[in-house]
């Protein structure tokens, strides 16, 4: 999603082919065509295809769109854009890969009624072999074709080799263009975008300077500022370094305990709603938390690291339990996020539970902002 009206469009082709998108409101009837641009890459003696791009739009919202890429008759896809107001409903997973649980946690996905589709990093598991990066394109095509997916990285996407390969992210910021320049980032590694109206959704950078003063730090401090909660009453914050976790996995890495110091108090002082994280192979919620302990004005942390890649679940954790984790369980499986209204969201995890289906936990919870006591403080 680009801005409240356009969407990019990604796609790759073997051979040169043209960067042409025509779309419209009936299948093969297409009112619409933009030309866009495309690039390669090289990753030590890979050569990509064809990375091709388009933004289409202004598009009506809550609307079905019929497209084809390249002018190629055989294929036609469809999109649905964002609702303009308020219910929506998200899909959260993390922690993706190409795996038989990963394909579980797909079909899952594709049974729901979603709007769009959130990730806080880990996409392909490619690990420097290029090629895996182009069959997860093909694994999550049939649902990426039809609905936004909103990304952003976890450690799998850096692929920094020193000395043989020293531009990190050159694969991810090659093949996921997301609208950072539309929210005033320098970098494709964190942005922000508001959808329904009446969410504000935030994506931040594990793996890029996070500290006071660092170029990441004083753009969320400016975007942070922006947001009218009287007309955006939901913040959401995705990363993929969990800040709170009670799992033996990842335990106290600098990314997660090096961030949480630098800007935890922004986000709180913020009063940002929820905070979706991945990394640890495995399902927690917490309670609304700050400095460690509960508080009725902190945001919800959840865990989100378990929709199915190849190292497997995080299955140690510490015991015993502390107060502040409210449920935890080693599974794979996906979140929903449905904002209802302005003042109530559901959020429920569902379960991989032998191939089947099985939500196993679900809250409601209200928008900080209408409780008088959680009033934002000043930024800055």
Same mark, same amino acid.
């Given at each position: 999603?680009?801005g409240?009206d356009?969407?990019r469009?990604?796609w790759?082709?073997? +051979?040169?082919?043209?960067?042409?998108?025509?779309?419209?409101?009936?299948?093969?009837?297409?009112d619409g =065509?933009?030309?866009g641009?495309?690039t390669?890459?090289k990753?030590?003696?890979y050569?990509?295809?064809?990375i091709?791009?388009?933004v289409v739009?202004?598009?009506?919202?809550n609307t079905?769109?019929?497209y084809?890429?390249?002018?190629d008759?055989?294929?036609?896809? =469809?999109f649905?854009?964002?609702?303009?107001?308020?219910?929506?409903?998200?899909?959260?997973?993390?922690?993706l890969?190409?795996?038989?649980?990963?394909?579980s946690?797909?079909?899952?996905?594709?049974?729901?009624k979603?709007?769009?589709?959130?990730?806080?990093?880990?996409l392909s598991?490619?690990?420097?072999?290029?090629p895996?990066?182009?069959?997860?394109?093909?694994?999550?095509?049939?649902?990426? =074709?039809?609905?936004?997916?909103?990304?952003?990285h976890?450690?799998?996407?850096?692929?920094?080799?020193?000395?043989?390969?020293?531009?990190?992210f *050159?694969s991810?910021n090659?093949?996921?263009?997301?609208?950072f320049?539309?929210?005033?980032?320098?970098s494709?590694?964190?942005?922000?975008?508001?959808?329904?109206?009446?969410?504000?959704?935030?994506?931040?950078?594990?793996y890029?300077?996070f500290n006071?003063?660092?170029?990441?730090?004083?753009?969320?401090?400016g975007?942070?500022?922006?947001?009218?909660? *009287?007309?955006t009453?939901?913040?959401?914050?995705?990363?993929?370094v969990?800040?709170?976790?009670?799992?033996?996995?990842?335990?106290?890495?600098?990314?997660?305990?090096?961030? +949480?110091?630098a800007?935890?108090?922004?986000?709180?002082?913020?009063?940002v709603?929820?905070?979706?994280?991945?990394?640890?192979?495995?399902?927690?919620r917490?309670?609304?938390?700050?400095?460690? +302990?509960?508080?009725?004005?902190?945001?919800?942390?959840?865990?989100?690291?378990?929709?199915?890649?190849?190292?497997?679940?995080?299955?140690?954790y510490?015991?015993?339990?502390p107060e502040i984790?409210i449920?935890?369980?080693?599974?794979?499986?996906?979140?929903?996020?449905?904002?209802?209204n302005?003042?109530?969201a559901?959020? *429920?995890?569902?379960?991989?539970?032998?191939d089947?289906?099985?939500?196993?936990?679900?809250?409601?919870?209200? =928008?900080?902002?209408?409780?008088?006591?959680?009033k934002?403080?000043?930024?800055?």
């Amino acid at each position: 999603m680009v801005g409240s009206d356009r969407m990019r469009i990604s796609w790759i082709t073997r +051979k040169a082919a043209p960067s042409k998108v025509e779309y419209g409101v009936s299948s093969g009837v297409y009112d619409g =065509s933009v030309d866009g641009s495309s690039t390669r890459y090289k990753y030590l003696l890979y050569k990509s295809g064809h990375i091709h791009e388009a933004v289409v739009g202004p598009l009506k919202p809550n609307t079905l769109y019929y497209y084809r890429c390249s002018s190629d008759a055989s294929r036609e896809f =469809s999109f649905k854009t964002a609702p303009p107001q308020l219910p929506i409903r998200f899909v959260v997973i993390g922690d993706l890969g190409q795996t038989g649980w990963t394909e579980s946690t797909l079909e899952h996905i594709s049974q729901v009624k979603y709007d769009m589709l959130l990730v806080p990093g880990d996409l392909s598991y490619a690990d420097f072999w290029q090629p895996r990066w182009d069959s997860f394109g093909r694994l999550v095509e049939p649902l990426a =074709s039809q609905r936004p997916w909103m990304v952003t990285h976890g450690n799998h996407e850096v692929e920094k080799i020193p000395i043989i390969h020293n531009t990190p992210f *050159t694969s991810y910021n090659a093949r996921w263009h997301m609208p950072f320049e539309e929210s005033g980032s320098a970098s494709n590694l964190y942005y922000s975008f508001d959808v329904a109206n009446e969410v504000h959704v935030i994506m931040l950078g594990s793996y890029t300077e996070f500290n006071l003063g660092s170029t990441q730090y004083k753009w969320l401090e400016g975007d942070l500022k922006k947001i009218d909660r *009287t007309k955006t009453p939901w913040v959401v914050v995705l990363f993929h370094v969990p800040w709170y976790n009670s799992n033996k996995a990842h335990s106290n890495e600098f990314e997660s305990v090096g961030m +949480k110091k630098a800007m935890e108090q922004l986000l709180y002082d913020a009063r940002v709603d929820v905070i979706f994280a991945g990394h640890v192979h495995a399902y927690e919620r917490f309670a609304r938390v700050y400095d460690e +302990k509960t508080n009725k004005c902190g945001p919800v942390h959840i865990t989100i690291g378990d929709g199915g890649n190849r190292e497997g679940l995080a299955t140690q954790y510490i015991e015993p339990k502390p107060e502040i984790s409210i449920f935890r369980e080693a599974s794979f499986g996906h979140g929903q996020l449905q904002v209802v209204n302005s003042t109530h969201a559901q959020w *429920t995890w569902h379960r991989n539970d032998n191939d089947v289906d099985v939500a196993a936990d679900s809250i409601w919870f209200t =928008s900080l902002i209408s409780d008088p006591e959680c009033k934002p403080k000043s930024i800055g």
